[in-house]
């Protein structure tokens, strides 16, 4: 399982973009790159998946490089409610049944 | 779609006793459920995988005796604790992979697990 490393935290101000990087250098050739949102005492919650390049949908971006050793999550005009620690993960969907949780990143949003 | 529940939410027992946790994949059927444990200001931390009429396989340094895992049908996964001791206390997720689409995991909301 690729193993995966990101900013303990990162403080940011309302209304900002934020981008969170994630290295994940020993990425197989198989394996997706997922991120989850986690709020105090809830569960996670999926955000976006990608493999290779961009991927966008109603809440953020996920940019992925060609050689796919490291990959941004775009958060665009982030809000209070957007603070939360964001975890970054790597694995083989039809090969690996286990996700392995990194330390996650902790955004700050400020007003 | 794709939402997983757990219950309960919150449990405060007593030293000793038993707790039981449910997570149930509620619009689709999951083959294979993991069960996390997370402690205040840590990530998660993966306990065992647990898939449907199987035994449970747990991650290195987790008692299976103590958390017994049974995964009875394709959207009930259960965790047991066994003797719960103070050092239990914690927060359980639980995450379910659905049956023929294995690209994302669905997490629960947590159960908050108080061991007087």
């Known amino acids: 399982l690729a193993k995966t490393t990101q900013p303990i935290s990162m403080d940011s101000y309302e209304g900002q973009e934020v981008n969170i990087t994630c290295s994940h250098n020993?990425?197989?050739?198989?394996?997706?790159i997922t991120w989850y949102q986690q709020f105090p005492s809830q569960g996670p919650r999926f955000i976006i998946q990608?493999?290779?390049t961009k991927v966008t949908n109603e809440v953020a971006s996920l940019f992925i490089p060609a050689d796919r050793k490291s990959s941004t999550l775009s958060l665009p005009r982030v809000s209070l409610s957007d603070t939360a620690v964001y975890y970054c993960?790597?694995?083989?969907?039809?090969?690996?049944?286990?996700?392995?949780f990194g330390t996650g990143t902790r955004l700050q949003v400020f007003p | 779609g794709a939402v997983v529940s757990q219950h309960p939410s919150w449990v405060i027992c007593k030293s000793g006793t038993s707790v039981k946790i449910e997570c149930r994949s509620l619009?689709?059927?999951?083959?294979?459920m993991f069960w996390y444990r997370q402690f205040p200001k840590q990530s998660l931390m993966l306990m065992a995988t647990?898939?449907?009429?199987?035994?449970?396989?747990?991650e290195q340094g987790v008692e299976k005796d103590k958390f017994l895992i049974n995964h009875a049908s394709l959207t009930l996964s259960t965790l047991t604790v066994t003797s719960a001791h103070p050092e239990d206390s914690s927060f359980y997720i639980c995450?379910?992979?659905?049956?023929?689409?294995?690209?994302?995991?669905?997490f629960g909301p947590g159960t908050r697990l108080t061991v007087l």
């Open positions: 995450s379910a992979r659905e049956q023929w689409k294995a690209d994302t995991q669905y």
């Open positions: 020993n990425i197989a050739t198989n394996d997706y």
């Open positions: 990608g493999y290779k």
């Open positions: 993960l790597v694995g083989d969907p039809l090969n690996t049944d286990k996700l392995i």
């Open positions: 619009d689709f059927q999951a083959t294979t």
């Open positions: 647990s898939n449907e009429g199987s035994k449970a396989t747990y």
